[in-house]
């Protein structure tokens, strides 16, 4: 099994898993990444593309990624200022990991949600 424990702030810093896996495999962030697969997009295209998305937690979200080398944002001077995201190198090899993930989950999407069903059903709330 792989190390998986932390019991202090030393391993905590060197934790790979809480570091680079958690971070990147977040509610929000491979959304984030898999918007940006196609090439540059402007905020407003992410937020459009992703839909339930608020500004705010975009905005933190893209900070962050660009603050772990995944995506760069420019900015182009024109009558109106553009910003783009575009994905890294680490960006796309990310996106090349989650992606055997992505269709791992669309292949198990139905039976899981069975398997909810029967569970709750089982359960008292």
Known sequence: MLPITVTNEVELAACPIRNVVVPLTGKWRPLILLSLEDGPQRFSAIKRLIGDITQRVLTENLR??????????????????????????????????????????????????????????????
């Open 64 to 125: 962050q990624l660009e603050r772990d080398g995944y995506i760069s944002r420019s900015v182009i001077e024109r009558k109106t200022i553009e910003v783009h995201y575009e994905l890294m190198p680490r960006g796309q090899e990310a996106v090349d990991c989650l992606k055997p993930l992505i269709s791992w989950a669309v292949d198990h999407c139905d039976a899981v949600k069975v398997s909810r069903n029967a569970y709750d059903a089982q359960i008292e709330y």
